[in-house]
């Protein structure tokens, strides 16, 4: 066992001597093609090097490239680098290569910007169908309109929930330590997977049964929907993001602000409460009028 262990550590050794080697031997090759054709970047990698680095940068930042494609699962699409978990819903990796290779076009697919695109223009079409008439009272629409919002309903909840299984594929569910977050990792991915489970439940669970207590309920998530534009479109994204950041900060303003407010609405109530009661009456006291005690007020004045 001794022997065997000795082996092992011998031949550890010789593997990081050969790296080391390699590494050494990358860096000058790409500092070399770099200075001689004058080229700023070189090819192949992200953003490539700077001509001006040294030896010794570009074998620093081959290191750490070779070190995150042993940590994470790296993948350059669309002129873009990503660093991913290694994993993803346990059996994407790369000990099944068929599984690995949907992985890449789930993440090809998900980082597409025409994929973002359509998924916006889908939450618009469906914002607008919201706002119909047949999505609030279907029992006063025709078939027609009924089978429309039907229709709708399935294409969205169909290319939601796709949307969701390919961005979990492409970038797992949660707990790791990758540049990319996992899926679940960024809470306002959280809003698009209650949309979906609450589309699905109105779908199976519900049906079309108004007569179900928790219908309307379940119906009225609809409306939540629209606020997947937060998460598709970036700068939204960002809006929202510092807004919901800077909510903590403010919160003694809020509070003094709420202090002022309740401070003038009892100033208010005790010197104009009986406003309403000083006017002129047709009559010198209330009156019974078929039952109940009227004050009649003078119209003219």
């Not at 698009?192 to 079309?208: A, I, K, N, P, Q």
């Not at 510092?242 to 208010?268: H, N, P």
Request: net charge negative; glycine share 4%; proline share 4%.
């Amino acid at each position: 066992r001794d022997q065997g262990m000795g082996e092992e550590l011998l031949a550890a050794e010789e593997y990081e001597t050969q790296a080391w080697y390699h590494g050494v031997i990358t860096a000058v090759t790409t500092t070399l093609v770099q200075w001689f054709t004058r080229s700023p970047r070189t090819k192949g990698c992200k953003g490539g090097f700077l001509r001006d680095n040294t030896i010794f940068e570009v074998y620093e930042d081959l290191m750490r490239r070779r070190q995150a494609e042993h940590d994470f699962y790296c993948v350059e699409i669309h002129d873009k680098r990503y660093q991913l978990a290694k994993d993803a819903l346990i059996v994407f990796r790369a000990d099944f290569p068929t599984l690995q290779a949907i992985r890449f076009w789930a993440v090809w697919f998900t980082e597409w910007s025409w994929f973002d695109r359509s998924v916006v223009f889908l939450i618009g079409i469906n914002s607008v169908v919201l706002a119909l008439p047949v999505a609030y009272s279907p029992e006063e629409s025709s078939q027609s309109e009924r089978d429309f919002l039907t229709a709708v309903n399935l294409l969205t909840i169909f290319v939601f929930t796709v949307e969701c299984v390919l961005k979990m594929i492409a970038r797992g569910l949660f707990f790791s330590l990758a540049p990319d977050p996992c899926y679940l990792a960024d809470p306002l991915n959280w809003l698009d997977v209650f949309v979906v489970v609450s589309s699905w439940l109105e779908l199976t669970v519900m049906g079309d049964n108004a007569d179900n207590k928790y219908f309307i309920l379940v119906r009225a998530l609809r409306v939540l929907r629209p606020l997947r534009t937060i998460n598709a479109l970036p700068h939204l994204r960002m809006m929202v993001t510092t807004l919901l950041d800077s909510g903590t900060l403010m919160l003694q303003w809020l509070m003094l602000t709420g202090f002022l407010f309740t401070i003038l609405a009892i100033i208010g109530s005790s010197l104009f409460s009986t406003t309403y009661w000083q006017r002129c009456r047709l009559t010198p006291a209330p009156i019974l009028v078929n039952g109940s005690l009227t004050w009649p007020i003078d119209p003219g004045q």
